[in-house]
């Protein structure tokens, strides 16, 4: 079992920046790749990035390429999640969530932590 908790999520004024902490527990979070989604009100849950086991390989949504950032420090077992030039429409619950194989659907993720509001204001 691999027990995640996110953190540093709130309210921010668009253009702003905000990171997020995706802490784990249970196993070692460095066998797992780890994504982040998130879930405006009202819409479905989408793929935001994911980085794999090793922290070498990223993706990330159009919507937010060239603007967030997931790094990883294994030795902590927390992963985080840089958002910059935030937008109105960046306004969701975001969630972290573990998968031995990785990818975009979410599906593939056996873990999830609680989420984390982020809300971007004018």
């Known amino acids: 079992q691999v027990q995640l908790v996110e953190s540093g999520g709130g309210l921010v004024q668009a253009g702003g920046s905000l990171r997020l902490s995706c802490a784990a527990s249970g196993r070692p979070v460095s066998s797992y790749a780890i994504s982040w989604f998130r879930q405006a009100q009202g819409k479905e849950r989408e793929f935001v990035g994911v980085v794999t086991w090793g922290g070498h390989s990223t993706d990330y949504a159009d919507s937010v390429k060239g603007r967030f950032t997931i790094s990883r420090d294994n030795a902590k077992n927390t992963v985080y999640l840089q958002m910059n030039s935030l937008k109105l429409e960046d306004t969701a619950v975001y969630y972290c969530?573990?998968?031995?194989?990785?990818?975009?659907?979410?599906?593939?993720?056996?873990?999830w932590g609680q989420g984390t509001q982020v809300t971007v204001s004018s």
């Open positions: 969530a573990a998968s031995r194989s990785g990818g975009r659907w979410s599906n593939n993720y056996d873990y």
